[in-house]
């Protein structure tokens, strides 16, 4: 009779793991085709970008949050550029393609790659300044803590608070991750992380998160809080009142973490999470301008032709 039990229990936790993990694959499935690749396998629209000024003009490093894509930083991207600013949008590694890639990341990939394409740009440019959405507000965080020279730093809507429950399924995904591989995203990019729908519905983020891809996040977002206090350069932290990721108490905990002296938090209302393109992002863009403009040196403020 315990045998039969013990059986019969066993049968229903594997049944249980098969529809779970079914489940987790039409997710992922979904995923693909809502966002189809090119040939080269990238998401239409995903790709990192360059708008390109001559070296004597000053640069800023925009990396983008956690499953998404530098399409949500080309509306800041483009104001940079118009006002004479060389802009550089890097696509971090296993975003912007599939899930499968999304699968096989770690956190110092993500890191590695924004230390290479800072020093790529101030091996080409005098003054480089660098801002973060979201995620990578973690890694600009980081960056700024080891790199004091930077000029002006800027986190927009910065996840540099995880809540409890995230950081325990993240420890704890080797236990559940082959019976569910794919776990939909717990604020995707919506008309919660975006109340403006038109820019909802434009959205290229995956929406489903990996245990893997868990993993790297909670270890960014615990690096960069441990860096908080190291970081000197001037920054700006903008966040919104709405925010459905990142309460009001986290910010205000994170930023008084800074160890910068100059530093400013700026609220902004109406929008969600993702402020770069959610309403009111006009002002979060003239907010960063300011701040740009502000900590620029004389040479740098000379306007390329």
Known sequence: MVAFLILAFLTAVAAAVVLTRRAALRLRDDTLKRLPVDAEGIIVGARGF??????????????????????TL?????????????????????????????????????MQTVKNAYRELIGA??????????????????????????????????????PARIAVAARLSWLWGFAVPYVRALDPASRRSIRDEREAARSLAYGIFTPTALRALRVTVARAVRALPHVASPTLVVQSREDNR??????????????????????????GHVITVDYGREHVFDLVIDWLERHRTPIARERPA
């Open 246 to 271: 990142i309460s009001p108490d986290a910010a205000e905990r994170a930023f008084h973490r800074l160890g910068a002296r100059d530093k400013q938090l700026a609220w902004v209302t109406g929008a």
């Open 50 to 71: 360059d708008l390109p000024r001559g070296s004597d003009s000053p640069a800023v490093l925009l990396i983008h949050g956690g499953g998404d894509t530098p399409q």
């Open 125 to 162: 440019h005098s003054w480089v300044a660098v801002a973060g959405l979201s995620m990578g507000g973690a890694l600009v965080t980081q960056l700024a803590a080891e790199e004091h020279s930077i000029p002006a730093v800027a986190l927009l809507a910065p996840y540099l608070a995880i």
């Open 74 to 110: 080309r509306y800041l991207a483009d104001y940079l550029y118009e006002r004479g600013y060389h802009v550089h949008v890097p696509l971090l590694p296993g975003h912007g393609r599939t899930p499968r890639e999304f699968s096989t990341v770690l956190a110092d990939q993500w």
